[in-house]
């Protein structure tokens, strides 16, 4: 069974990093799929950062381009998201995915996902 | 940005009844050299992530109850519930994957009555 554990600091001040961690059991990352990382507020929905598999290069949101980065880890089989110049709007509940499909379709397994809010 | 409009927001479903979600994508999500639709569909319980029902617009995900069923093509995408359980209390979302970036619509409550 395919498990997902997000991790990381609930609270962030303005203009600082945000940093969070998925620790995925039951499937190793290196052996394939796309992960990612999707938010969901009220406000906006859910919305798709951006998605990285072992051999190829990570796929972006455009509107997160160049705030939203993510590594993986395949001795740890875990990967992560920073996301830069933080400000309240990025106050949302953080989940971290497997894409079934392609880059960012279809994510079948999913994190309980982790809130983090932006205030100082 | 492709911009998925879901209809109605909210439905209110007698136990039994067929309940029917509604998705309009703003440009075809058909890709002409597989034909197939891009459009995946998700139930989300308070408290939990979302859940992948269907993908490629209608093929069911593995252990997914047969009430559940996804048709349409193109724009125009449905989600029906044949017969709504007590279980199915939730609110409901497409997204297309057929463009980046990939987006959702504003998701469906679907409630009993």
């Known amino acids: 069974q395919v498990q997902l554990q997000e991790s990381g600091p609930g609270l962030v001040k303005p203009s600082e990093t945000l940093s969070l961690t998925c620790a995925v059991s039951?499937?190793?990352?290196?052996?394939?799929?796309?992960w990612g990382w999707i938010r969901q507020s009220p406000e906006k929905g859910l919305e798709w950062l951006v998605s990285l598999h072992h051999s190829a290069s990570p796929y972006h949101n455009p509107k997160f381009n160049s705030r939203a980065t993510m590594a993986l880890d395949m001795s740890t089989n875990q990967f992560s998201l920073r996301l830069s110049s933080v400000t309240a709007a990025d106050t949302a509940v953080y989940y971290c995915a497997r894409a079934k499909v392609d880059q960012a379709g279809a994510f079948d397994y999913w994190g309980q996902g982790t809130l983090v809010t932006v205030s100082s | 940005d492709i911009v998925m409009t879901q209809s109605p927001d909210s439905l209110a479903v007698s136990l039994g009844e067929r309940a029917t979600i509604n998705c309009k994508s703003s440009?075809?999500?058909?890709?002409?050299?597989?034909?197939?639709?891009?459009l995946a569909w998700y139930q989300q319980k308070p408290g939990q992530p979302p859940k992948l029902l269907i993908y490629?617009?209608?093929t069911r995900e593995s252990g997914v109850p047969d009430r559940f069923s996804g048709s349409g093509s193109g724009t125009d995408f449905s989600l029906t519930i044949s017969s709504v359980q007590t279980e199915d209390v939730a609110v409901y979302y497409c997204?297309?994957?057929?463009?980046?970036?990939?987006?959702f619509g504003q998701g469906t409550k679907v409630e009993i009555k």
């Open positions: 039951g499937y190793s990352i290196s052996s394939g799929y796309w």
């Open positions: 440009q075809s999500v058909l890709y002409n050299v597989n034909n197939k639709d891009y």
């Open positions: 997204q297309q994957h057929y463009n980046n970036p990939r987006t």
């Open positions: 490629w617009a209608s």
